[in-house]
């Protein structure tokens, strides 16, 4: 089982990100597909949620009309697509995958905001 990450790295304020998720090992259409982000001494937070492909997705205040969460159930990845990016956006971001009695976690890819 597996949640491997990409798409992390350095932009300036405005810019923009896409973070990929691919997934192996399990059934990645029936699990609820997460990105959270951690930043510097602080608590990791959920930042989109979206439950299946094409259903209503959740949104953390702070990046609602900014970020979109997707997937594609075909390919086992889950998307994370961040415009407007801001200096306080810069975390390490984790994908989750969560079902039942299973959870699984990616590694986290960092993303820095900065001019």
């Known amino acids: 089982v597996q949640l491997v990450e990409s798409g992390g790295g350095l932009v300036q304020p405005g810019g923009s990100l896409r973070l990929s998720c691919a997934a192996s090992?399990?059934?990645?259409?029936?699990?609820?597909a997460s990105w959270y982000r951690q930043a510097p001494g602080q608590e990791r937070e959920l930042v989109a949620r979206q439950p299946r492909a094409g259903s209503s997705a959740y949104y953390a205040d702070s990046v609602k009309g900014r970020f979109t969460i997707s997937r594609d159930n075909a390919k086992n990845t889950m998307y994370l697509q961040m415009n407007s990016l801001k200096p306080q956006d810069t975390a390490v971001y984790y994908c989750?995958?969560?079902?039942?009695?299973?959870?699984?976690w990616g590694q986290g890819t960092q993303v820095t905001v900065s001019s």
């Open positions: 090992g399990f059934t990645f259409s029936s699990y609820v």
């Open positions: 989750n995958a969560r079902a039942l009695n299973y959870e699984y």
